[in-house]
């Protein structure tokens, strides 16, 4: 099975822009999370997506939002960017995420806010 | 309220030398826990995860975690060490009370592996 695929891996945006980001999950795979990873504040949930419905939500601000589509496609999408928005953008899918489910991360896009 | 901790930034072993990276956790259940590994410029690699049962958890690449209760531990073991083991080590938990409310994941700050030749 191909793994979770994550694109665009790099992208450098401008201050007050913003940036759509996209995750395919693992096929079958209906749970999708996104994380953020910084050298300072390490990896942080953002949410998590099941069946096109935002089931859980991290500690983020409006600015940070996303979806699901019927394939259980998602994006992520960052309003008004911010420098400190600048980090690792990881996407991980499971199966449903339920109970001790395990969570299969992508490689990541490398989001730089100038 | 669940979290984890990786009290150790980075760790050096020789090839060949048993390895351990030690994580403890807090959560108001049962813990599900789990061991990542990311490698320069790439996502997590899923290495292994305990649920229930036996407390030595066997994963990939060699990985094994021991699983303590009364210690609130999983430390992460390799009885020998390649130099290709070196990078960067995640202990994440989920509690088990609230686990089919939507996943996420907490995550240590990681730990810096170095396998020297």
């Known amino acids: 099975k191909a793994g979770v695929t994550q694109t665009p891996r790099y992208l450098i945006k401008t201050r007050g822009q913003q940036v759509t980001l996209s995750c395919s999950p693992i096929?079958?795979?209906?749970?999708v999370s996104w994380y953020q990873q910084t050298p300072g504040q390490g990896l942080q949930f953002l949410f998590e997506?099941?069946?096109?419905?935002?089931?859980n939500k991290g500690n983020f601000p409006g600015r940070f939002s996303g979806r699901q589509f019927s394939n259980s496609r998602s994006e992520m999408n960052v309003s008004t960017l911010e420098l400190g928005d600048s980090a690792l953008y990881l996407c991980?899918?499971?199966?449903?995420?339920?109970?001790?489910?395990?969570?299969?991360f992508g490689p990541g896009t490398r989001l730089t806010v100038l | 309220a669940q979290s984890v901790a990786q009290p150790e930034d980075q760790v050096n072993v020789a090839e060949g030398n048993p390895l351990t990276v030690k994580c403890t956790y807090s959560v108001s259940g049962n813990p599900y826990l789990f061991w990542y590994v990311q490698y320069p410029n790439r996502g997590l690699q899923f290495l292994l995860k305990y649920i229930t049962g036996d407390n030595l958890v066997k994963g990939s690449y060699g990985f094994e975690a021991e699983f303590n209760k009364s210690q609130t531990s999983f430390h992460l073991k390799k009885p020998s060490a390649l130099v290709s083991d070196s990078a960067l080590y995640f202990c994440?938990?989920?509690?088990?009370?609230?686990?089919?409310?939507?996943?996420?994941?907490?995550f240590g700050k990681g730990t810096s592996l170095l396998v020297t030749p």
């Open positions: 994440a938990v989920r509690d088990a009370v609230g686990s089919n409310s939507g996943y996420a994941l907490n």
């Open positions: 991980a899918s499971s199966p449903y995420g339920l109970g001790p489910d395990t969570q299969y």
């Open positions: 096929s079958g795979h209906r749970s």
């Open positions: 997506y099941f069946s096109e419905t935002q089931r």
